[in-house]
């Protein structure tokens, strides 16, 4: 009888959380088609990628907007990256609110770019470790997971540029 009541609850428990989370999505994508919000978040343009300026030590998070992969707006993952980068992160100003939240703490002009011998992540900014020292390189390995989640959402929603030429090296 006791075991029947617990599993009841926790079944009771989990409709709940699954009820609540179908219905956060359909209020995030009622939100993401409306004007408004497109206009608040600058997307008039189209598909973009930005990255959160604070998101940790070693910590580089990843917001796509475009075609649904892992988010209502589009894409959205952490990555493990040199300390280098994130200390650089620190350094630039916020410009961009989130997709999911009213928080403004992300820069855009970043590009995933597609070399003849690799993959390398763009971000702008003042003093990169690039030797223009107009952006951040970070050179990406396209065999990990999560790096290919990545790779299709860039190639889903056009974001990938493509150079005929070596990829930049320090």
Known sequence: MRVTYLLTSIRKRRLKE???????????????????????HDLSDGPVLQVRVNAG??????????????????FAHKYHVPLELTEWLKTQDPTHQSF????????????????????????????????????FVLDMNTKKPLVQELMDFVNNNELLTEQNMERWVE
């Open 100 to 135: 999911a939240s009213d928080v403004k703490a992300y820069i855009r002009g970043v590009v995933v770019v597609q070399y003849t011998d690799g993959v390398q992540l763009l971000i702008d900014g003042k003093g990169g470790n690039h030797t223009q020292g107009t952006h």
């Open 18 to 40: 699954i009820i609540y989370k179908q219905q956060k999505k359909m209020e995030m994508n009622n939100m993401i088609d409306n004007e408004e919000w497109i206009t608040q």
């Open 57 to 74: 030590e070693n910590i580089l998070h990843i917001q796509g907007y475009g075609n649904e992969y892992n988010r209502p707006y589009g």
